[in-house]
């Protein structure tokens, strides 16, 4: 398949993706497309608001054709950064990038944020449960429609964390990758803050090695490490499967970023288990409190219960 200097970006609420599109465009003198700027368009011709075309589009398949279709088209054009939940998905030879934001940073980041509709939250429960609802009702209708799930992690070529590192930072890691990817054609790479990573087994299990060593070979850039970590995205959250040592390394020396290799919710790999249930099954809060107390940090949030910290 043929590449195209396209950057197609999407992510979870609160990621910064136009923020760090604005970045994109203005370092690389590239154009920007996003579904707003489109629906926008489409509802001035219309003589509607977005609102009222929102509402219009319910009844009215059309368009989300409309919409679609002007994706559709930008597979012949370049020298575009493409700010779209699918975009991905519709501009195929893109270089696909995803931005992952901690569930309490996502909250916080959307209620603080005066452009946007504003989502308040009473509690850290109820913005996770908000927060995973609407991926979770996203997810469905695009499933209905394309038969695609819009946030499975496999469908990019880069995934960062943007909980903790600035846009300018999020941005000069997409350039570099993107420039080496338009000419090798291949990139498959994720990068996450280790305090956003979950164990999967006991701190008696990680043994007592000198950590340190373990990042002898670190690059100075601070997000490139000799093994990643595999991990598994389970309902918005991303749990250790292989790395515990390693992640708690990085934690200990306050590395922000860590590559890891996302392993699917479907593969055997989950600790020996098929089964979701069990999966969790395995896990109490304890360990989590465990880990906290080995690595002198706090989690924003639980999974599993999502229990406030």
Not at 39 to 64: C, F, G, W
Not at 78 to 84: A, C, E, I, K, T
Not at 132 to 138: G, L, N, V
Request: hydrophobic share 35%; net charge negative; with cysteine.
């Amino acid at each position: 398949m043929k590449i195209a200097k396209i950057i197609s970006l999407t992510g979870d609420l609160g990621s910064g993706k136009s923020t760090v599109s604005d970045i994109l465009c203005k370092k690389l003198g590239y154009a920007y497309i996003c579904t707003g700027k489109i629906q926008r368009e489409i509802a001035l011709k219309y003589n509607m608001t977005t609102l009222e075309l929102n509402k219009y589009s319910e009844t009215h398949p059309e368009v989300d054709e409309e919409i679609d279709s002007t994706f559709k088209s930008l597979n012949e054009s370049n020298d575009l950064v493409v700010d779209s939940r699918l975009g991905w998905f519709f501009i195929p030879q893109s270089f696909k990038v995803f931005l992952k934001t901690n569930l309490i940073v996502s909250a916080n980041r959307i209620s603080g944020d005066n452009v946007r509709e504003n989502e308040r939250y009473s509690s850290r429960d109820d913005a996770a449960n908000k927060i995973i609802a609407r991926k979770t009702s996203e997810n469905k209708r695009y499933m209905e429609l394309y038969g695609v799930k819009c946030s499975e992690l496999s469908h990019f070529n880069l995934i960062i964390d943007t909980s903790f590192i600035t846009p300018e930072r999020v941005a000069n890691i997409i350039l570099t990758e993107y420039n080496s990817w338009l000419v090798s054609g291949e990139c498959s790479k994720s990068f996450l803050s280790p305090t956003n990573l979950y164990p999967t087994q006991s701190i008696s299990d990680c043994g007592s090695d000198d950590f340190q060593s373990l990042y002898n070979n670190m690059q100075n850039d601070g997000y490139h490490l000799d093994a990643p970590v595999s991990a598994i995205n389970i309902d918005s959250f991303d749990y250790i499967l292989d790395g515990h040592k390693r992640t708690s390394c990085a934690i200990k020396n306050h590395i922000d970023l860590i590559p890891v290799v996302f392993q699917s919710e479907h593969s055997d790999c989950i600790t020996g288990q098929t089964d979701k249930t069990d999966f969790f099954d395995s896990m109490t809060q304890s360990l989590f409190f465990d880990w906290e107390n080995l690595n002198s940090f706090t989690f924003l949030i639980y999974p599993l219960t999502q229990k406030e910290t």
